[in-house]
């Protein structure tokens, strides 16, 4: 933390050492800046390894739920970025894991004629309800559950989070994250 | 305004002031002297070996026992420190108990070498119990103090786990069993660990998931 009695003005990562400390008391202000403030660091320190860029925003906002649900492991006498770094390597992997494991880089837009011709009954009524089922039927289990409850079932982010046992942003964002890969798949 | 934006508001909203997770020091600590006086009190409910004061004058006892006491402590402390997502720039410590443990296991390759390996005919012994006995409660106090941190290495944290609880019930073991061969201590005192580390190892990732 930086001394107060020198008058030299404070480095960025004390300034964030500093914000994540109060938060860690529960300013919210202090708090908000700090997230505000790391997001587009995240995302710079992240995207230039990163196959697609569009994954970058999924990974930052892994990264602040992380940082948010390990507030409490943040040491005050310790700098901030390698704790930060630590946990943003660590989603990125997990991300990247899942991504590969679930063979996300083998799936095809249905914009793919040639996977229209081999895959799909109706190439002509691609994302009509067979093919909605199909595409949610192709997500994990818990994701699956967070969409159809609240965006078929109108379930509310709070009534879903209650149930699934997730915090209320994490809902918004499966959700989120879900419809965005179904605009994806279903073209 | 974009998800991320959103999410931060969302975040923001949710805050409450956090207790702060002590220093790893000072988690560790308490743990090994629960696990160390329930190990004890365990030797002393089983009974402590006959020789044993004629074993404390045993360079190979005293070697095997000391490694596998030094891999205990240091892998504990090495779980406590994986609480925290950077480790509080102590990486090198994990390095300790892999070292040691393989000390261990190359003072057991000289030991055999000399005085034969002498494996044991598989069945279920009495080690088993004794070793799941001693155990219990110092895997039950570590999952219980790694679990409320936020690892970055759900492997090497599981690693260290079972590496703290297996270095006690080994050396708990070694206090009340009167079989001294490589072979025994491998496949009686060991096994049981070993499976421990498979199970917690295999399942790491979703134990771990924070």
């Not at chain 1, 679930?102 to 309800?129: I, M, Q, W, Y």
């Not at chain 2, 190990?39 to 409910?45: M, P, Q, R």
């Not at chain 2, 000390?103 to 044991?120: E, K, L, N, Q, R």
């Not at chain 2, 005919?121 to 080690?127: A, L, V």
Request: charged share 20%; with cysteine.
């Amino acid at each position: 933390m930086k001394p107060s009695n020198t008058n030299t003005p404070a480095t960025q990562a004390e300034i964030w050492q500093d914000w994540a400390t109060q938060a860690q008391g529960g300013d919210k202000r202090a708090y908000a800046s700090l997230l505000k403030e790391v997001s587009p660091f995240i995302k710079g320190a992240i995207i230039g390894g990163l196959a697609n860029p569009d994954w970058a925003d999924d990974i930052v906002q892994e990264a602040l739920i992380s940082v948010h649900k390990s507030l409490h492991t943040y040491s005050p006498d310790r700098p901030f970025k390698p704790w930060l770094m630590a946990i943003v390597n660590f989603r990125r992997t997990d991300f990247l894991r899942k991504h590969y494991n679930s063979r996300g880089d083998k799936k095809t837009s249905l914009d793919n004629a040639d996977f229209l011709k081999s895959h799909v009954t109706n190439p002509t009524h691609s994302g009509e309800l067979k093919d909605v089922e199909r595409a949610l039927g192709g997500l994990p289990a818990k994701q699956r559950k967070v969409f159809e409850m609240m965006k078929i079932q109108g379930f509310s982010a709070k009534e879903v989070a209650n149930e699934m046992g997730m915090s209320v942003s994490a809902v918004k964002v499966s959700a989120h994250r879900t419809m965005n890969k179904l605009k994806e798949t279903l073209g | 305004m974009n998800t991320t934006e959103t999410l931060i508001d969302n975040l923001t909203e949710e805050l409450k002031p956090r207790k702060k997770l002590a220093h790893p020091l000072a988690r560790a600590l308490p743990w090994m002297m629960v696990a160390m006086a329930y190990v004890a009190g365990i030797v002393n409910y089983l009974g402590v070996r006959p020789d044993f004061a004629a074993m404390l004058q045993d360079s190979i006892f005293l070697m095997d026992t000391g490694l596998m006491a030094a891999v205990s402590i240091s892998a504990a402390l090495s779980a406590a420190w994986l609480c925290v997502p950077d480790m509080r720039g102590v990486k090198w410590l994990v390095a300790v108990p892999f070292t040691l443990l393989a000390t261990f296991f190359a003072w057991c390759a000289i030991v055999s070498h000399v005085d034969g390996f002498s494996m044991p005919d598989m069945h279920w012994d009495h080690c088993f119990n004794d070793a799941m006995m001693m155990g219990f409660l110092p895997a039950a106090a570590i999952m219980f103090l790694t679990l409320r941190g936020a690892t970055t290495k759900p492997l090497t944290m599981s690693l260290m786990s079972v590496l703290s609880v297996a270095g006690l019930g080994y050396v708990g073991l070694r206090f009340t069993c009167m079989m001294d061969t490589i072979g025994h201590a491998g496949m009686y005192h060991l096994l049981p660990f070993v499976v421990f580390g498979a199970l917690l190892g295999a399942a790491a990732r979703f134990v771990y998931r924070w």
